[in-house]
């Protein structure tokens, strides 16, 4: 699936018109955000420990079963923009469950520690809805429960701000004359509708083929950042998989990094 997604991509960013009329700004970095092994994976209720809802505690665990291992990174990455009158904002997105507010004002917190001028009303975080990604970093009392999440970690939570943290103060020190153009295309026949035989009324053809891309270029014309969202959901690797992962927008991400250059960045909607 991946490679046709690139191929979208691809032909989306010959086409788009790349505009710098008003001094754009742009930088971009990305930050390993992988998590310790043993840390509960966010997504699966199926990963519960045996006896749920009676807890069966390890070092990050409580209430699923830990992680075994790490199967490709899980990434914080961030993209700064700023224009001639003076107005930044900054999008951030993590290999993660969701985009956590609590995570978000703690991240923005340590990052503003650091430098970081840009207020928090200007951040958009983003989870990618990995369900390999790490969990036991949100306090949301319906994740921990479900149990989707697993009950909060601090010292999870903290590690992933501080990841976040770094990415975006490292992202706004990039900051360089840049190029911006946005594209749409449509992408059929990689993706089903999982409610088909469930609903009476969808079909596995029912799916949103759109998907839209940000292309973001330095002043020369070398890729910097790709900025995209497709509707897919990040359940490739299943309930049983104990292996940390981005899962399929995580791969994507990694081809379009490979072949066009830069930072891709999957925003889910």
Not at 43 to 61: D, L, N
Not at 71 to 96: N, Q, Y
Not at 116 to 125: R, S, V
Not at 198 to 204: D, G, M, R, W
Request: proline share 7%; charged share 15%; glycine share 8%.
């Amino acid at each position: 699936m991946e490679y046709a997604i690139l191929v979208v991509l691809l032909a989306g960013a010959m086409s788009m018109m790349l505009h710098d009329s008003m001094a754009l700004k742009a930088g971009v970095a990305k930050v390993d955000a992988t998590m310790p092994i043993g840390v509960p994976l966010a997504g699966f209720s199926a990963r519960k420990t045996k006896f749920w809802p009676i807890p069966r505690p390890t070092k990050y665990t409580s209430l699923m079963e830990p992680s075994t291992g790490h199967l490709d990174p899980t990434w914080a990455k961030a993209l700064v923009l700023s224009d001639d009158s003076g107005v930044e904002f900054c999008i951030i997105t993590v290999d993660a469950i969701g985009a956590d507010g609590a995570v978000r004002k703690l991240a923005h917190a340590k990052a503003v520690g650091l430098g970081f001028p840009i207020p928090i009303t200007n951040l958009i975080m983003s989870g990618s809805h990995t369900h390999s990604g790490p969990g036991a970093i949100s306090p949301e009392f319906l994740w921990e429960f479900a149990p989707a999440t697993d009950l909060l970690v601090p010292e999870l939570q903290n590690l992933m701000a501080e990841k976040m943290a770094s990415a975006m103060m490292m992202a706004y020190q990039a900051l360089a004359p840049a190029k911006a153009g946005i594209g749409m295309s449509q992408l059929f026949n990689v993706t089903k509708n999982r409610r088909a035989g469930v609903s009476p009324y969808l079909k596995p053809t029912d799916i949103d083929p759109n998907m839209a891309v940000i292309s973001v270029d330095t002043a020369d014309g070398k890729p910097l950042a790709t900025v995209w969202n497709f509707a897919i959901h990040g359940t490739c690797l299943g309930s049983k998989n104990l292996l940390s992962s981005g899962d399929i927008m995580g791969g994507a991400n990694t081809a379009i990094e490979s072949l066009i250059g830069g930072v891709s960045l999957f925003v889910n909607a």
